[in-house]
């Protein structure tokens, strides 16, 4: 067990690029998930995935952000024409269904707009 | 909307001084209850849970207690040591997700500072 992965940990880039993130789950946990957290704040839910199913986006996720998970193990997370606003920590988590040991989070990827 | 609310941080306390950080929460029906913690440099882990009312989660040293009374889910330690620091969360699923999710809407944060 390895843990989450998450890459790059910081990414700086310009207003108007894009950017992905990778995420690597543990890799029994069939359930993946994508949190955002800006400073001072808590995570805050952005979607998650069942295996390769994306079962449920926040409202938070504008157009420009696509996640997929395409076999059900890694996942990645886009953001297109980026934003001042997107300027955040990105954090991966991962679990077992039903599970009692929560949510196993990755270190997260730092993201700054310029 | 469901939600929680902790207290302001940051807080600093000496080696071996009682710990509260506060916990209210907003939701609809009684959903489990997650304190996070996040040590410096590292992901967020679980640090302890209850799923029912009047239930006690429990973890190094850490407890809290679910109270519906009071909407409250405020966490304690008798004697908080140096390794303690870090920043917690307290947490609890959305109200549209479904029994066992781990969609969380978490606090704040409280950042723990201990000096020895």
């Known amino acids: 067990d390895t843990g989450v992965s998450q890459d790059p940990r910081h990414k700086i880039t310009k207003r108007g690029q894009n950017v992905t993130f990778r995420c690597d789950p543990i890799?029994?946990?069939?359930?993946l998930y994508w949190y955002r957290q800006t400073l001072g704040q808590g995570p805050e839910f952005l979607t998650y995935?069942?295996?390769?199913?994306?079962?449920?986006k926040s409202r938070l996720l504008s157009d420009r952000f696509s996640a997929e998970r395409p076999k059900g193990s890694f996942s990645t997370l886009e953001i297109q024409r980026t934003e001042q606003g997107d300027s955040a920590m990105y954090l991966c988590?991962?679990?077992?269904?039903?599970?009692?040991?929560?949510?196993?989070f990755g270190a997260g990827s730092r993201l700054t707009v310029l | 909307g469901d939600s929680v609310t902790q207290m302001e941080g940051p807080v600093t306390l000496s080696e071996e001084a009682f710990l509260t950080i506060n916990c209210t929460y907003t939701?609809?029906?009684?959903?489990?209850l997650f304190w996070y913690v996040q040590y410096p440099g590292e992901g967020l882990q679980l640090l302890l849970k209850?799923?029912?009312?009047?239930d006690k989660g429990s973890n190094k040293g850490f407890e809290a207690t679910y109270r519906k009374e009071t909407t409250s889910f405020h966490l304690e330690k008798g004697s908080v040591q140096v390794s303690d620091s870090a920043v917690y969360f307290c947490a609890l699923p959305l109200s549209y997700s479904g029994a066992g999710s781990y969609q969380l809407t978490f606090g704040k944060g409280t950042k723990l500072s201990v000096i020895p």
């Open positions: 890799s029994e946990h069939n359930r």
């Open positions: 939701a609809t029906g009684y959903p489990s």
């Open positions: 995935f069942q295996n390769e199913a994306q079962l449920e």
């Open positions: 988590a991962s679990s077992l269904p039903r599970t009692d040991r929560g949510l196993t």
């Open positions: 209850a799923t029912k009312a009047d």
